[in-house]
């Protein structure tokens, strides 16, 4: 049974992050688990799970692009940008026109400058944004530079018994991309308030919804519930380079390798396939940024 490795999880509505962490510490008997870049509780979808040694290979998950479907409705704004929130705001937007839903969304595509949702985990002068909010602050978050890659329009959708518009969309961005200021931004452009009305994360990296299990099939397997030994978990994360014994044995030591000219972080195998580290090139070295099978 392996102990070692990433679990890619559909995370229910209604859980945070930090709970299917709890879950899994259950299920897979250990302390050493950790989460792959938080799912707000409404949202559903991808969460990595690390688990033991692989929970090293986080750092390099939460950084990776992410893959969402969204739907976000126009005319009523809310306190947290999504439905979670209490609606702060309703303006009618029967008489907004597919096309300016399509020209407002279409200026959030590439490299831009993003406010965080002010009810977010950022932390503003040492405390949770979120928490500054619920006691009754306004919180002003400063734009970060994310990049949305594409954010295509699947519906537009028109409800017979309220002036909402409902927006079907799909995007790939940057981590550190907020869906429910997306949604947000578009309604304060168009003039008519916006929010996220469903969430639902489909790719981290290379890893998707294909790979994914829920919570009930892990309860099943128990405690053998690693969908991605370590090896294979850094196969589908990085670039791969197979060491000679000699290299294994210095990169087993902590020491660096010849550079081979590999762009990025990469993982190294030993010949019989084992991770052995994930490194990275400067200097004419290859140096270990985290050995994962030390002597």
């Known amino acids: 049974m392996n102990t070692d490795g990433l679990i890619v999880v559909d995370k229910?509505?209604?859980?945070?992050?930090?709970?299917?962490?709890?879950?899994?510490?259950?299920l897979a008997k250990t302390r050493r688990v950790g989460h792959g870049g938080t799912l707000d509780p409404m949202a559903t979808g991808v969460l990595i799970i690390g688990v033991n040694r692989a929970t090293r290979l986080l750092t390099y998950v939460i950084g990776a692009e992410k893959s969402y479907a969204a739907t976000i409705r126009l005319g009523e704004s809310t306190i947290t940008d999504d439905a979670e929130g209490d609606v702060t705001a309703t303006v009618?937007?029967?008489d907004v026109t597919d096309e300016a839903i399509r020209a407002g969304l279409a200026v959030q595509v590439g490299?831009?400058?993003?406010?965080?949702?002010?009810v977010s985990a950022i932390k503003i002068n040492g405390e949770r944004a979120y928490k500054r909010v619920r006691e009754g602050e306004t919180v002003e978050i400063p734009a970060r530079r994310i990049t949305v890659h594409r954010l295509d329009v699947l519906g537009i959708r028109r409800p017979a018994d309220k002036p909402v518009v409902d927006v079907d969309i799909d995007v790939t961005c940057s981590s550190g991309?907020?869906?429910?200021?997306?949604?947000?931004?578009l309604g304060v452009a168009l003039g008519v308030g916006g929010h996220l009305t469903a969430l639902r994360r489909t790719a981290v990296g290379g890893m998707t919804l294909d790979?994914?299990?829920?919570?009930?099939?892990?309860?099943?397997?128990?405690?053998?519930?690693?969908?991605?030994p370590l090896a294979e978990a850094a196969r589908r994360a990085f670039p791969q380079r197979v060491a000679t014994e000699e290299e294994t044995r210095v990169l087993r030591h902590g020491g660096?390798?010849?550079?081979?000219?590999?762009?990025?972080?990469?993982?190294?195998?030993?010949?019989?396939?084992?991770?052995?580290?994930v490194v990275s090139e400067r200097g004419g070295r290859a140096r270990a940024e985290i050995v994962l099978a030390p002597a």
């Open 211 to 228: 790979a994914a299990s829920t919570l009930a099939a892990l309860e099943e397997r128990a405690p053998d519930v690693i969908g991605l």
């Open 177 to 185: 991309t907020y869906i429910r200021a997306i949604a947000r931004d």
């Open 111 to 118: 490299e831009i400058d993003q406010v965080p949702s002010a």
């Open 12 to 26: 229910p509505a209604g859980m945070t992050s930090h709970d299917v962490v709890a879950r899994i510490r259950r």
């Open 92 to 94: 009618p937007a029967g």
């Open 256 to 277: 660096p390798l010849p550079a081979v000219g590999i762009e990025g972080p990469y993982a190294v195998f030993d010949q019989a396939g084992e991770v052995l580290a």
